[in-house]
């Protein structure tokens, strides 16, 4: 491991994946959400989604395509608004799902496959590939790498680690208030509120 990245190298980048991954986002909201709502094994489809999708992005990137988007104002807005789009449609849905287990067209039923193309609309997981790229694959201590797949390989793993782990984090918290939030309307208020958040994040998301 060490002689793929330097030491600095490497918790430099433990510490910017881990950071990237904890903060809360699209990805972390939706967790939570579906966890509160339907429970933990529902969660786990789109958790392991994150991370493959996560590691498309990464190839790509490492294949120069996040590159073309960094460079095409227009493009890199589409993914942008795409993204907002779809995280505030989310929003609506949660906000009508009032009980817990609700089958019905109120249920977010996120799938395995929309998962994964949700993280190609998430610009945050973009950035996030480019900056990897940038910084640990093509460049090593600031002078160009000699073994930029090896250390493509080893950062996909890190970022698959920590999209993984933190969203079963936040779906862990979410089922933990499961139980308590199916007493009266709380429920209700907390899909307000995770609504709230989850369309403000994506309102945020415009800015990056």
């Not at 910017?16 to 986002?25: D, E, K, L, Q, R």
């Not at 909201?29 to 579906?34: G, R």
């Not at 000699?146 to 979410?174: D, Q």
């Amino acid at each position: 491991m060490l002689s793929i990245f330097s030491l600095n190298e490497f918790i430099a980048l433990l510490v910017f994946s881990a950071a990237m991954s904890f903060s809360p986002g699209p990805n972390t909201m939706l967790t939570t959400a579906i966890a509160t709502n339907e429970g933990i094994r529902e969660t786990i489809p789109f958790a392991l989604a994150v991370p493959v999708g996560w590691l498309v992005i990464m190839l790509s990137c490492g294949l120069g395509i996040g590159a073309v988007i960094t460079e095409i104002p227009s493009l890199r807005l589409s993914i942008k608004l795409l993204g907002c789009a779809y995280l505030i449609w989310l929003s609506y849905k949660l906000c009508r799902t009032k009980q817990l287990q609700q089958l019905n067209s109120a249920k977010l039923n996120i799938n395995f496959l929309q998962g994964v193309l949700l993280q190609f609309l998430n610009i945050k997981v973009w950035l996030l590939a480019i900056t990897i790229t940038g910084t640990w694959i093509i460049y090593a201590d600031g002078k160009p790498s000699s073994n930029p797949n090896e250390r493509l390989a080893l950062a996909c793993a890190v970022v698959m680690f920590f999209a993984f782990t933190s969203n079963m984090t936040y779906a862990l918290a979410g089922a933990l208030f499961r139980t308590w939030l199916g007493t009266g309307n709380r429920l209700e208020i907390f899909n307000y509120f995770l609504a709230l958040v989850l369309s403000a994040t994506a309102i945020w998301t415009l800015s990056i």
